[in-house]
């Protein structure tokens, strides 16, 4: 039992000494915990307000791209007409030569008869 008292005790001194060891924070130390914090989100802010400016080059540039995107469409839809206009020309143009050919071939053939 007295083994007992003596193990009680010491663990009780261990428990005092322990916890007067563990010292709470001062003023001091909030004011540094306080100052850290701030640091850290200045550095954010800054990163922010980088990336929004990047964020804003980006879609500056996106936009120009858009309309050079868009002005090419047109111009190639303009292409793609004058590209028809012209086939349809090419082939009356061949039809025509083709009649020409054949009116040709026709009094050439009634006139060259023996």
Request: with cysteine.
């Amino acid at each position: 039992m007295n083994r007992l008292k003596m193990v009680s005790a010491v663990v009780v001194a261990m428990a005092v000494f322990v916890g007067c060891a563990a010292k709470e924070p001062t003023t001091g130390d909030f004011m540094r915990m306080h100052a850290a914090d701030e640091k850290a989100m200045g550095l954010d802010q800054k990163e922010i307000a980088k990336n929004w400016d990047k964020g804003l080059a980006l879609k500056k540039s996106g936009e120009k791209l858009v309309k050079h995107g868009e002005e090419l469409i047109k111009s190639g839809e303009q292409d793609i007409m004058t590209g028809k206009h012209e086939i349809e020309q090419g082939n009356k143009d061949i039809i025509d030569e083709q009649n020409f050919l054949m009116r040709v071939n026709v009094f050439f053939t009634k006139n060259t008869q023996i």
